[in-house]
């Protein structure tokens, strides 16, 4: 019995975790977060192309 109380525990918190990860993740993403956890806090050449309307894969700049 006390095994298995400790699944449901377990699995519970990890539940949890990845819950918690999942509502920051929608969050930042409702907000209009495009680089989220980035360690360069957006500052890639990705994003700054993003900034400048040069979009990954739009036909017109090629990116």
Same mark, same amino acid.
């Given at each position: 019995?006390?095994?298995?109380? =400790? ?5 519970? =918190? /990890?539940?949890?975790? =990845? ?5 920051? /993740? ?5 907000? *209009?977060?495009?680089?989220? *956890?980035? @360690? ?16 990954? *894969?739009? @036909?017109?700049? *090629?990116?």
């Amino acid at each position: 019995m006390q095994v298995v109380l =400790v699944n449901i525990i377990a699995a519970l =918190v /990890i539940l949890c975790v =990845v819950g918690a990860a999942c509502y920051y /993740i929608y969050k930042e993403k409702k907000k *209009g977060t495009r680089c989220i *956890g980035c @360690p360069m806090a957006g500052k890639c050449s990705k994003a700054e192309a993003m900034k400048m309307g040069k979009c990954a *894969g739009d @036909p017109k700049t *090629g990116f």
